[in-house]
């Protein structure tokens, strides 16, 4: 456990001293001051006002944004950490392998999920000093969201990082699976698949499979309970899990996914040549 608390600050520690993490967090800080200066705390879509809809232009924002980041600092990070032999001198010290590992993720964590969420609830203050009414159950559901999508690509990232051979390989990699996830969204790809008169059964499984999808319709689902936005795969949604079951879905399928990746990437990790 101390080794494991150890790795954890000083994977925090070091993040934080990153060019990429300033960039991280004036990015989504930025984000939340364009959305005010533009007025959108204060305009209305389908009867969601004021920091409603501040939050879901924010949620919609971070879904294309986040994923991206976590995977190539990630990546980038670890796998650049085996090379330059920084994984080889510190676990020539007293610290296990799962310690580096696990502290190492849950502080890559820390650090991914913070500046989102800390972001978010600027915005909620801000809006309640200037009168504001704070939709807590909204605000609730989507830190939630924010966290579930926080852990799942970190697990890609840790498993994409221990497979990898090189940093070019493993930033190539993620770079692959966040357009691959990107184009298997129902806009593009599904609508192919589709034209093609693949199996409904197939199309709504795949996109049921993307974690970004599901990350989308949890997000939606909160102002359009009917998901009138995600077109066919909704009928599916709402007749196999309901409205309750598919955000219980949205959230538990990002946590189990993210967390069978990071294992698979320990796994990985304890076949490598280390001491």
């Given at each position: 456990?101390?080794?494991?608390?150890?790795?954890?600050?000083?994977?925090?520690?070091?993040?934080?001293?990153?060019r990429?993490?300033?960039?991280?967090?004036?990015?989504?800080?930025?984000?939340?001051?364009?959305?005010?200066?533009?007025g959108?705390?204060?305009?209305?879509v389908?009867g969601?006002?004021?920091?409603?809809?501040?939050?879901?232009?924010?949620?919609?924002?971070?879904?294309?944004?986040?994923?991206?980041f976590?995977?190539?600092?990630?990546?980038?990070?670890?796998?650049?950490?085996?090379?330059?032999?920084?994984?080889?001198?510190?676990?020539?010290?007293?610290?296990?392998?799962?310690?580096?590992?696990?502290?190492?993720?849950?502080?890559?964590?820390?650090?991914?999920?913070?500046?989102?969420f800390?972001?978010?609830?600027?915005?909620?203050?801000?809006?309640?000093l200037?009168g504001?009414?704070?939709?807590?159950?909204?605000?609730?559901?989507?830190?939630?969201?924010?966290?579930?999508?926080?852990?799942?690509?970190?697990?890609?990232?840790?498993?994409?990082?221990?497979?990898?051979?090189?940093t070019?390989?493993?930033?190539?990699?993620?770079?692959?699976?966040?357009?691959?996830?990107?184009?298997?969204?129902?806009?593009?790809?599904?609508?192919?698949?589709?034209?093609?008169?693949?199996?409904?059964?197939?199309?709504?499984?795949?996109?049921?499979?993307?974690?970004?999808?599901?990350?989308?319709?949890g997000?939606?689902?909160?102002?359009?309970?009917?998901?009138?936005?995600?077109?066919?795969?909704?009928?599916?949604?709402?007749?196999?899990?309901?409205?309750t079951?598919?955000?219980?879905?949205?959230?538990?399928y990002?946590?189990?996914?993210?967390?069978?990746?990071?294992?698979?990437?320990?796994?990985?990790?304890?076949?490598?040549?280390?001491?």
């Amino acid at each position: 456990m101390k080794g494991f608390l150890h790795t954890a600050r000083l994977d925090i520690s070091e993040s934080l001293r990153a060019r990429w993490f300033l960039l991280y967090a004036l990015i989504f800080g930025a984000i939340v001051v364009i959305l005010f200066v533009f007025g959108l705390s204060e305009s209305r879509v389908r009867g969601f006002t004021g920091l409603s809809r501040l939050l879901v232009t924010y949620i919609q924002l971070t879904m294309a944004i986040m994923p991206l980041f976590v995977l190539i600092t990630t990546v980038r990070s670890l796998a650049g950490d085996r090379e330059a032999g920084v994984n080889e001198y510190m676990l020539s010290l007293p610290v296990s392998l799962g310690a580096w590992y696990w502290g190492r993720f849950v502080g890559r964590f820390v650090v991914i999920f913070l500046p989102v969420f800390v972001a978010m609830l600027g915005a909620v203050l801000w809006g309640a000093l200037k009168g504001a009414a704070v939709p807590m159950g909204q605000v609730a559901w989507y830190s939630l969201l924010l966290l579930v999508l926080s852990f799942c690509f970190l697990g890609f990232g840790f498993l994409i990082s221990a497979m990898a051979r090189t940093t070019e390989m493993a930033q190539s990699a993620a770079l692959l699976l966040w357009l691959t996830l990107l184009l298997f969204l129902d806009l593009i790809l599904l609508g192919l698949l589709i034209r093609a008169q693949a199996a409904p059964e197939l199309v709504m499984t795949i996109a049921l499979l993307n974690p970004l999808e599901v990350f989308r319709g949890g997000a939606m689902i909160l102002f359009d309970p009917q998901l009138l936005m995600l077109g066919p795969t909704a009928y599916l949604i709402l007749d196999v899990f309901g409205r309750t079951g598919f955000m219980l879905y949205s959230v538990l399928y990002p946590i189990g996914l993210g967390a069978m990746l990071a294992l698979g990437g320990f796994l990985v990790f304890k076949r490598g040549d280390y001491p």
